[in-house]
C-alpha cells in the first residue's frame, strides 16, 4: 500500500506526512519564458509522486507585481498569468489528487501587495476613512519622524508615507517588510472576514491545505507602541516583541480551524510560527493550527548539543501542548543545508544525514525542492540578485531560489525550460548538471535514490506500528560527538557529528545515510536509524544478574 492510500484510511494523515515545497518560479518553466510555472509543474507532477511524498506545498502563485517573488499579493483568489490559468490550477489539483498527492497553498495574511485593490482605495480614501481603517495608517510626529520605531525585516523603517509631501494627508503606512507590502489591520473585523472569505475560496476548490505566512505577526500591540529597542530586527520579528505573538492572534486560528474543519474531508493548516519551541506550540493546541514548523531547529547548524537542547525544549513543547513539530531543514528564505554545513564534501554528507535523522522522527516533515539532488547555495552575481532583502538589508535568499537542474547537459538550462526559451529568471551555475535529477538517477548511491529509500521505508515502519506519529523523543550527546534520538521504545536515532568515527549503538541499522565501513562505526557526517534489540525477558535479567 502507498503511502498516501494508508494515510486515506486514517484520521489525522497530515500528523506524519511528507510535503515536498514547490517554489514554482524556480521548478519547471512550461511556456519557455524563463520562470516556471503551471505547465511545468503538471509536467513533473510523477517525479514528485515517484518521491513517495505524501503532498506539494506551493509557494504563492497569485496575481502579485513580485516585489518579494509572489509574497506581495494583488488578488487572493487568482491566478498571476506568469504562472498560468486557473484552469491550469484545476488541473493541477485534479492530477495531482489522481497521483495520490494532496496540495497546500501558501496563504500571506500579513500583508498584501501595495497594488491590492482595497489598498489602493484606502490612499484614495484619505485619512480617517473606513478604507485606511483596513491597514494601519498613523500620523508621524511634527519633526516628520514615523510613527514609531519599529524596524521593517528587509531594513529600515517600517512605516512609509503614503503622500510624501502633502500638508493634508500626514499619515505613514505599516510594513513590516517591503514597503510594497502593507500590513492588514486585524484588529477591524473586516479583515477577518475578508480572509474567511478567501479561505473558503480555496477550500472550496478541493485545496488541502494551507501554509500560513509569518502566522504570528498578524496583531500588533494595541495603539502601536515603540519596541523597546530600536535595533535593527535581528532574528525575524521576534526581536520585536510588539508585533510578534500577540494573545489575540490565537482567535484567528480557532476561527480558521472551524472553518477547515467544516469541510469533508478536514483541510489542514500548518503555520510559519517563527518562535521558541514552547510559544510556538501555543499555536498548535487542538482547537487551533495542525502543525507549526520546528523553526527553532530550521536554522541550526551542524552541532549535536545545539540540536540535542532544541530538540529536548520541542520534546517538552509537545508533551504540554499535544502536537509533534513539524520538522524542515530547508526553505526559500534559508541557506541550503549542504552549505550551511559547511559546504564542500563534508557539507553534503551532513546534509544528506540531517535529512535522513529529521525523516526518522515523528511529526510531519518538509522537504524544499532541490533538497533531494544535495543542492548547495549559489553564489548569484550581484548584478542578478533580485531578491528585496538584498537591495534593503544587504541579504539574499536567491542562492537557495535557482530553477532547478533537470538534465546534465546545459541545454535549455539545464531542462529547466523548453528549447527556445528565454534565459532562467536566476542564472544557474556551470556545475548545475552534475547536481541534476538526470544525474542522480543514474547513480545508485545518489540522494535521491536515498530520499525515496528513505520515505519507503519511513512509510513501512508507520505501517507496522514501529514508527507512531506520537512516539516521544529523548535527546543525549555522547562525549564522541553522537548525537542520539531515542524515539518510543523500539528505535533508535544516531548522527556522528564529531570529527571521529563513532562506535555503533546496538541494534540493527535500517537505514543510513551513507555507508558502514567498517560496520561497528558511523563514519563521520553519517545518520542512522536503528531498530533496538528487544529488552531482555525476566528470566534474561535473571541469569544476567
Ligand atoms: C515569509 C516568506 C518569505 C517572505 C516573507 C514576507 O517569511 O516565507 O519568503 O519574504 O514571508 O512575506
Redesign the pocket.
Known sequence: MSGSALHAQRDGWWQDAVIYQVYPRSFADGDGDGVGDFAGLLDRLPYIASLGVDGIWMTPFQPSPQV?QG?DVSDYCAVDPLFGTMDQFDQLLESAHALGLRIFLDV?PN?CSSEHPLFQAAVAAGPGSPERAMFHFAAGSDDGAPPNNWQSVFGGTAWSRVNPGSETDREWYLHL?SPE?PDWNWRNPAVGNYFEGVLRFWFGKGVDGLRI??AHALFKADGLPDAPTADPVVDGLRSNPKVSDQEEVHEVYRRWRRVADSYSPGRVLVG?VNLAPDRAARYTRPDEMHQAFAFAFVKLGWDAAAWAAVGTELEAARKEHGAPPTWALEN??ISRSVTRFGGGDRGFLRARAGLVAILGLPGGAYIYQGQELSLPDVDVPVHARVDPMWARGGVSRDGARVPLPWTTAPENAYGFSPPGAAEPWLPQPAFWGSRSVEAHRGDPHSTLHLVTGALRLRTELLAEGIFAPDDACSWHVREDGLLLCERGDQILLAVAMGDGPCPLPDGNVLLSSSPLTPEEFLPPDTAVWIRRRPPLSGLDFYDAE
Open positions: 518579494d509574497y500571506v500583508h517588510f507590502q505566512d509569518v510559519e526559500h528564505d
